[in-house]
């Protein structure tokens, strides 16, 4: 039942006065028009009838209100139904209308009101697109640069102003996991993650005086800064590495100068150092080693030239300078060969599968010759060590040659294996050509059309340690010119292990720590979604951690900006130094002879505690694994100290009258895909996307800090089990 | 049985002093070319039954000489030796392909050296 508008009854109270002072006002004026007789007949008609009056007084009073009611429904209730529909669609997120009703300026409010609306909606479907749309360009850039990056042959890292690493590529994981001290274990994973710092894998110091070097030239506006050096690492090994800045986008109108942070290119340079040394230490010999071989044999020819020497003698002078140049021999010769493999070294020469060089070679011949050209004989197995730029630029031009001066019809390749090496076969039939002719096309400067490079083919003969000569088929009627050209030492070097097979494109970059400031505010009073986090858990020989039950693996997952990184994942089997009780395998189904060989516990340790460092652990009922962690301290002085987040109280917190908070039951209730139950790193990455999941509820609850995470989880009831 | 000439083709009087002296003593007529033009020259007019052809030598070297050699039908008795002071494999490789029927990388014993010529000219060409 609506309540009457206190107006209307204003309105109408207002009548019904109104009609009373009329009446009493339309009597006043006849009364004082009548003579006193008619007063007095008038006064005794009327007097029996003044209910009569009021009735009629009322009545028009009602007919009053009822029209009164009509028009305030009309021109005050309608327009304030409209005002409530237009408040609806006002908050609506989809297009909403409005019905049309009442007086014609009613309804062509509300039509107005529609188009109003109508506007809106158009205008934020216009920009949901385009948000979408950036949204999507800029993810897009980024899986590009992904992609690229993960391709790269070299090792990238990109980290930010305060060394925390936003992107790198599979070459640099493996760069590090050469560097790390449990190469074995975390697969590099403690060095080299997203939002670690890159001091944990450099030298600070000569990385920070890279890093200003590099911002004092950009703010003098030097157009190219880069720096570059080369520092020891774990090991012993030695690293070149290349900074350049990553600057703020200014807009259009270009480069700022504020340096956001770094591309850091690395290369193992510990290798050629050491070749380097090495031919030094060649050099030096042959050159000591000769001084004394020739000053041996000079001394004994000048004894030779006695004309007064007896045999005797003179057969032991002869002895020494046979000696003597046998022993020079045997050292060129091993200059020689080892110089020979150098020689490999001193131009970038790439490993290319022998089948692909010979199709390059037949696409460019097509195009450049204009005569058709064939394959034959191209073994499919071989791996070349080539400057195939070059070589192709080489094998053009003789071709060209061919067809311009001496009419050659088609071409044809071969490649096959010669000893250690590969020959690759220009051939073609026609009339012969002469010595000085093959001599000239070997020696001149290569040219094409206009085009003119400072190379001849024997240049590039020579830049790949090989050789090349005009050789005639008399058998075929065929003449063709012969490449012998270096093999890869070995098949191509392993470019890594390929990632594991994902549903989503690895996660090697991160460039929302772009923006993230490094304020050192404490943890405790961090927002939980800003933190980073290491999820881990553990498989154990059984529950009793007092009673000599032992780790045997140990899984762990980051979780850094609210992202959880499969790809820095930790997994590790642990020898536990004991049996494994065979009630507890069909658990977690490790046997004793997958432990076996495998690590212990003291080496495992420090490893873990790297990956770990500078997060917050969280763990699905972590005392547990915190007690095992912790009944290791004293043995291996390894001690976690970090903030630690259980889920399974955080999950109490959250919903307090579910039953069940085993991880199976919470992972159900998140919708979350259970693979690998009971595998350490399995639960752990189960573990993890609860986590996740838990973070915005908590928040919903007024939990947004570390610290307040803490208190409201040991307020829960589970809080009370005590391992 | 004929003496057999040799062509010493080398332009390093150093060895070519020896190498003369030696081939002398095992009883073969030598002559001597200081350069690759001049090896050619000798090589058609007194068609020498082995040449001692050295790859690095002035205007034409070991290699095109050797080339030529085989090039010429009427030349197809000569033996060539070729002698080098490159050890690499490929050039060995490329000597041996452009025709010549043994190799010896420099320095050699002398002995070797006698031992390989009267091996090579005990039998013919193929």
Redesign the interface.
């Known amino acids: 039942m609506k309540r009457t508008d206190p107006r209307l009854l204003a309105a109408i109270a207002l009548a019904g006065l109104v009609m009373a002072l009329w009446l009493v006002l339309m009597s006043a004026i006849v009364w004082s028009t009548l003579s006193l007789p008619e007063r007095e007949a008038v006064g005794e008609v009327l007097a029996g009838r003044i209910a009569l009056v009021f009735v009629g007084w009322v009545l028009g009073l009602m007919a009053v209100a009822a029209v009164l009611r009509v028009l305030h429904q009309r021109y005050v209730g309608a327009p304030h139904r409209l005002l409530e529909e237009t408040r609806v669609v006002l908050a609506a997120r989809r297009p909403q209308l409005l019905k049309p009703r009442g007086t014609r300026e009613m309804q062509a409010l509300a039509v107005a009101v529609n188009e109003l609306a109508a506007q809106r909606d158009r205008l934020r479907a216009e920009m949901d697109a385009q948000v979408t749309q950036a949204s999507e360009r800029v993810q897009q850039e980024k899986d590009r640069l992904a992609a690229l990056m993960a391709e790269l042959h070299q090792s990238v890292v990109v980290c930010n102003h305060a060394g925390r690493i936003l992107l790198y590529n599979q070459r640099a994981r493996q760069a590090f996991r050469a560097l790390s001290q449990g190469p074995q274990l975390a697969d590099g994973a403690e060095l080299i993650g997203i939002g670690r710092s890159i001091y944990a894998a450099l030298e600070r110091q000569v990385l920070a005086h890279a890093f200003e070097r590099i911002q004092q030239a950009v703010t003098k506006g030097d157009a190219r800064p880069s720096a570059q050096f080369v520092t020891t690492v774990a090991g012993g090994q030695l690293l070149r590495v290349q900074v350049a800045p990553v600057r703020a986008s200014q807009g259009v109108s270009g480069r700022s100068t504020e340096v956001t942070g770094f591309v850091l290119m690395l290369d193992n340079v510990t290798e050629s150092v050491a070749e380097e040394s090495e031919r030094d230490q060649l050099l030096h010999g042959l050159t000591e080693g000769s001084r004394a071989s020739l000053a041996n044999i000079q001394a004994a020819v000048d004894m030779l030239g006695y004309p007064d020497i007896e045999p005797a003698m003179r057969e032991r002078f002869l002895g020494v300078v046979r000696e003597e140049v046998a022993s020079m021999g045997t050292r060129v010769t091993d200059l020689a060969q080892r110089s020979a493999q150098r020689l490999k070294t001193r131009w970038p020469l790439e490993d290319m599968l022998g089948a692909d060089l010979a199709a390059a070679a037949q696409r460019q011949l097509g195009a450049r010759c204009g005569c058709p050209v064939t394959l034959d004989a191209i073994d499919p197995a071989l791996w070349l060590k080539v400057d195939s730029y070059t070589l192709l630029q080489a094998l053009t031009y003789l071709g060209t040659r061919l067809v311009d001066e001496f009419e050659v019809r088609f071409l044809q390749l071969r490649l096959a294996r010669a000893g250690a090496h590969a020959q690759l076969d220009l051939v073609w039939s026609g009339q012969a050509m002469s010595n000085e002719t093959v001599m000239s096309w070997e020696m001149d400067a290569m040219r094409f059309g206009t085009e003119r490079t400072p190379l001849s083919v024997r240049d590039v003969v020579e830049r790949h340690g090989g050789e090349m000569w005009f050789e005639r088929e008399r058998v075929r009627h065929q003449a063709l010119f012969r490449f012998l050209l270096p093999l890869a030492s070995s098949q191509p070097e392993d470019r890594g292990p390929a990632a594991p097979v994902l549903a989503s494109r690895p996660e090697f970059y991160d460039f929302d720590l772009f923006q993230t400031s490094d304020e050192g505010s404490a943890l405790e009073d961090r927002p939980l979604a800003e933190l980073t986090y290491t999820v881990f858990d553990t498989e154990t020989t059984g529950l009793n951690p007092a009673g000599g039950d032992a780790i045997i693996q140990i899984g762990a997952a980051r979780i850094v900006n609210g992202k959880l990184l499969r790809q820095e994942s930790f997994d590790q089997l642990v020898d536990p130094g004991r049996s494994i009780p065979a009630e507890s395998i069909p658990i977690h189904g490790i046997s004793q002879d997958m432990v076996e060989g495998q690590p212990r516990i003291a080496q495992v340790l420090p490893v873990f505690h790297a990956f770990a460092e500078d997060t917050v652990l969280v763990a699905h009922n972590a005392a547990f694994d915190m007690k095992f962690l912790q009944l290791q301290e004293e043995a291996t002085g390894i001690a976690f100290r970090q903030p630690v987040l259980d889920t399974l109280l955080l999950s109490a917190v959250v919903h307090p009258n579910q039953e069940s908070h085993r991880l199976e039951a919470i992972a159900e209730r998140f919708d979350v895909a259970v693979l690998g139950r009971h595998t350490a790193l399995g639960d752990a990455l189960v573990t993890a996307e609860i986590w996740l999941r838990l973070i915005p509820l908590l928040a919903e609850q007024g939990i947004h800090t570390l610290r307040q995470a803490r208190e409201a989880a040991q307020k829960t009831y589970y809080a009370r089990l005590k391992y | 049985m004929t003496q057999k000439k040799i062509l010493i083709a080398d332009d390093e009087p150093n060895i070519v002093v020896s190498l003369e002296y030696l081939l002398q003593r095992e009883g073969y007529a030598v002559s001597i070319a200081r350069d690759g033009l001049a090896a050619l020259e000798a090589i058609e007019r007194e068609k020498p039954d082995l040449v001692l052809l050295d790859v690095m030598m002035p205007i034409k070297s070991g290699?095109?000489v050797c080339?030529?050699v085989r090039?010429d039908a009427a030349l197809a008795h000569t033996r060539i030796l070729m002698l080098s002071a490159k050890?690499?494999?490929?050039?060995l490789?490329?000597g041996m392909?452009?025709g010549a029927d043994d190799y010896m990388?420099k320095?050699f014993a002398t002995r070797e050296l006698v031992a390989r010529v009267a091996e090579m000219l005990a039998k013919d060409r193929p």
């Open positions: 290699f095109e080339a030529s090039g050890g690499r494999d490929t050039d490789a490329k392909a452009l990388t320095p």
